[in-house]
């Protein structure tokens, strides 16, 4: 047998870019449990290592709103 996995970097690119085209009024939202790392407080704890093209896709237009959880502490750094 053989596994397909549909949560891989390729597929959500793919999955982005595919909606990016489809309607270029529209918001792109990337659902996911964990964050990028150094994306939000405590996020280089629980990051989800994802790579740094990846996140450059994530980067890559102000359309795309990426939304995570995973969060087990405050949303707001410390510091600020």
Do not use: M
């Amino acid at each position: 047998f053989e596994k397909i996995p549909v949560n891989t970097e390729n597929w959500v690119i793919a999955q982005i870019n595919s909606a990016l085209k489809s309607d270029p009024s529209k918001p792109v939202f990337v659902l996911d449990h964990r964050p990028p790392k150094n994306t939000v407080n405590a996020s280089e704890e629980v990051a989800s290592g994802y790579s740094q093209n990846f996140v450059s896709v994530l980067e890559s237009s102000p359309r795309i709103i990426h939304l995570s959880g995973h969060q087990h502490t405050a949303l707001q750094h410390p510091c600020l």
